[in-house]
Each structure stands twice: as C-alpha cells, then as structure tokens.
C-alpha cells in the first residue's frame, strides 16, 4: 500500500467515527422520554391521519386577540385558513405550504406564520418527537410552575442558528405519569413578545387516535393567557367522515 493509499484509508476511519460520535451525541441529547410522550399523543398511528381541522383561538388582554379556523391535510400539504382581519372582515386563505415559494407575502409572512405558531399548540408533543434538531432533557419531578403538585420536568431546547417554530426557543414540559403534559413555560428565543408562557394543558379530548389538550391558562409575559382549541376533527385514511374530538 502507498502513502497516499495508507493516507486515505486513515481518512475514511477519521471521517467514519466523527459520524459515530456525532451520533451518539445526538442521541444522548434526546431522552427517550420524548418518544413515550409522543405515543401517548397518537405518535402510532398519526400515518392514518387524512385531515385535521380546528380552530385555534387566544385571549391576551391589551396584547393579542384573535381566532384562526384551520383544515389541514398533513399528508399534501394543503391548507385553508378562516379569521378577521382588524377591521371585523373575513379572511380566507387556501394553499400549498409544500408549494410555498410560490404563494403571496400574505401567505409567507402572514398565514404560514400562524399556521406553524397555532399547530405547535395542536400538536406540540409530536412537534417536540419530530424535530431532529431539539435537545431533549429529562430534569426528573419538578414543582410545578403554577398551583401545587409536581410533574417531570422534560426540557425541549432548540439550537438558535434553526429548528422549531423560532430558533432558540425551550418548552418546558411538566409531565404526568401517563405521559401527558399538564403544565409548560415556553421561553421564546427571539425578541417577539410574549416572550415568556407559562399555561396549563387541561381539557383533553381524543380526535381519532390524536390526543388534543384544548384547554390552556395562564401568563403570557405578566398578562393573563386564555388559550383554547375548538371544533377539533380528523379524517382518517380510506374515509370522507369527519370524527369529532370527544
């Protein structure tokens, strides 16, 4: 073997365990926590799910009101979106969000916004599962930010160069022992006010095999936060039939 063989073949070993060890540290910022979170939301058998719709609405006095009527359809991309605007006239919007280059500054910097910030809410555990990008972090039985009582504190961390709904953002979640989420303390990672949530996640409901917590209050910076998700249905693969949330 040559040099330059033996020089390359060093190389290739390098370059091979640099992409072990990247993985491996990847997989140790990921607490397996997440994933049993994930299942109790419906993380099995989201691939049977066709559309979802709901409506999204929130209540921060003197800071933010409004309320956002979503169809979706995870697997195309498709989505229509109903609200009014600040003069109390509807606004309906329909669109490609795999086709987004391609839409209105309305939809890029208005609607897909909102979509993304209002289906976190939906669907954050899953959200949380998904995003590759994430630290996951599990700071065992914690008091619970608001009220009595503990829960496990499991820490979502976004990097801040990308990742998640805005780069640098964390979720604090406080878990139960069924694995659902009963409180969280989201601190935003840009300047974009509120910057920090604190809510309960109450009011849960099944969609099909989708677990929703419909029901969220608390602060949203020192401002009191009614958040709350309405009208929740899915369509499930091989069927046109709407299955309300129970």
Do not use: C
Request: hydrophobic share 35%.
């Amino acid at each position: 073997m040559t040099s330059a063989s033996r020089l390359h073949g060093i190389r290739l070993i390098a370059f091979s365990l640099i992409l072990i060890l990247s993985s491996l540290a990847a997989a140790q910022q990921r607490d397996p926590i997440i994933e049993k979170i994930a299942k109790a939301y419906g993380l099995d058998s989201y691939d049977k799910i066709e559309a979802i719709r709901y409506t999204w609405g929130i209540d921060i006095p003197g800071l933010f009101k409004a309320t956002h009527k979503w169809e979706w359809e995870p697997k195309t991309g498709k989505i229509s979106f109903e609200t009014t605007d600040k003069e109390g006239k509807p606004v309906k919007v329909s669109y490609d969000s795999s086709q987004l280059n391609s839409q209105s500054d309305q939809v890029k910097n208005e609607v897909e916004p909102a979509f993304v910030n209002d289906n976190y809410w939906l669907l954050f555990p899953l959200h949380a599962y998904w995003d590759k990008s994430a630290t996951i972090t599990n700071q065992g039985m914690q008091k619970l930010p608001i009220g009595p009582g503990s829960a496990t504190l499991v820490s979502v961390k976004y990097p801040a160069e990308a990742g998640g709904y805005t780069p640098g953002d964390t979720w604090d979640l406080y878990v139960g022992k069924d694995y659902r989420v009963v409180q969280f303390v989201y601190h935003r990672g840009g300047p974009k006010k509120p910057s920090l949530v604190t809510a309960t996640w109450a009011g849960y409901k099944k969609a099909g095999p989708l677990l929703i917590s419909t029901e969220h209050r608390g602060k949203a910076d020192d401002k009191p936060l009614h958040l709350w998700i309405s009208n929740v249905a899915v369509k499930l693969a091989g069927s046109n039939k709407w299955i309300p949330a129970q």
